[in-house]
């Protein structure tokens, strides 16, 4: 007969609930907390003191206080609550928007809950649709203008085209030819003013959406550390900066924030799993160009393979399962669209290296 596993009990779940690195909390159907993880408790910001006393949904953001109240009242009817989203609002006023599953316990009217920080993730998806919304937007222009430019060039192409026809006829005398000569003249010069207009039309709209600004490399570190703190936390990543050759660059300060947040997040989610992620990120000039550096230890490309696709939309290397193949796209278009390069070199399990040169 086959013995039964014992199951100890004695084990103490204290340290599980206070050493966890996810948000741990039971409320009360009164709508108070009634315990709360230190890792909830730093996230947040505010004492426990202030935390005990206060009703939950204080702390939850204005905009998602209705529907976090309807599905309250369907815990407190003994439904569990499943891949439910919402913010909070930290005590520095900052946003965290958490991913919870809430179990209610009728018989004790408490609600024991777990939630994860999904800030970063979200981040991430609000500058994609930004852009993919952006790319639509420059999509329809230049169809638009693939449509006025063949619809208003096909007159004086064929009025070209004809004369150039007649004049190689030899039944016309010299004087005629004077005059188709400058009639084709005349009509080449109305293309190229028509031409040079659409040109400059699509450079005025391409102008009107990014602006440039002299972006400072740490302060957009700063920005982007408390953005996705927990994450960085988590992952134990450490960081090594060195901006002291060139401090700051004239740039877009958003696809600047989006650059290292994509480059950053990266290599956090691509990390080996038998060490804890490292990344160098330096600035510099190289034969006259100012260059950005950053380098991770993370699981690295195969560039025989893929290095021809890395900076392609809806490429995936490592089959993450929320890897969405747009991050590396964005970074190359932001850099591209101001006039930069970006190149990567890469080996399988020993990391990446991208460098960016800006352009003048």
Known sequence: MQQEALVPTNIQLDPFFDLSMDY?????????????????????????????STLICDFIYEEDRC??????????????????????????????WLHWTSIPM???????????????????ESERVSHVAQLSKINEQLKQLNYTTSHDLRSPVNNLLYLADILGNKDNGEEENEKILEYIKLSAEGLKTSLNSYVDALKENEGDSVGVEEVFFKEVFEKINGSISSLIKDSQVKFSLDFSAMESVRFNSTYMESIFLNLITNSIKYARPDVFP???????????KKTFTFTDNGLGFDMEKVGHLIFNLNQRFHGTKDS???GL???????????????VTSKVNEGSTFTIIFGD
């Open 24 to 52: 741990l909390c039971v409320a009360g159907y009164d709508g108070y907390f009634r315990k709360i993880n230190p890792a909830f408790v730093k996230l947040l910001g505010y004492s426990k003191e202030e935390l005990f």
């Open 67 to 96: 529907l976090t109240a309807s599905h309250r009242k369907s815990l407190i009817n003994s439904k569990p609550l499943l891949d439910f989203e919402n913010r909070y609002v930290c005590k520095s006023g900052e946003l965290v």
């Open 106 to 124: 009728p018989d004790k009217q408490l609600i024991y809950a777990i939630a994860k920080n999904i800030t970063h993730k979200k981040n991430l």
């Open 278 to 288: 490292e990344i160098q990120i330096t600035s510099g000039e190289t034969n006259g």
């Open 324 to 326: 969405k193949g747009v």
């Open 329 to 343: 796209y964005l970074v190359h278009s932001h850099v591209t669209s101001l006039g930069g390069t970006i190149n």
